[in-house]
């Protein structure tokens, strides 16, 4: 499965501020945490934040703070706020489009752990994130 560059970069940056002892975060502390581009890094929190999954607390030394507790941030809302695609809604051998008169050989496997997968991001929260990073 191939997550965008963004998509990416947004779990870790949601696992390590739900991880963190710190209580609010600046996209300069989070740059240098976690060598995101600083750019690509102000966009991702201004998107976030206006998916209602950060906020951003104005004035000097504020920053951002998660929106809800993380036991209520999902996986899939993470990935919904940062890709623009459907998740996995490609074609498992890689043909462009899914033709349904004419599956492929592996269509109804793939829906299946498709399907599972897709559980899986909407039933993992940052609080698990969190218990799985520390191991």
Known sequence: MDLSKTTRYALRLMSYISSSEETSFTSASLHEKLEIPKQYLRRLLTRLSKKGLLISDKGRGKGFVLARDKEEIFLSE?????????????????????????????????CEAKEKILETFRTVSLADMEIKLRL
């Open 78 to 110: 993470i990935i919904a706020a940062t890709d623009d695609t459907p998740l996995l809604l490609s074609c498992v051998l890689g043909f462009e489009k899914c033709l349904l008169v004419e599956k492929c050989p592996l269509h109804d496997r793939w």
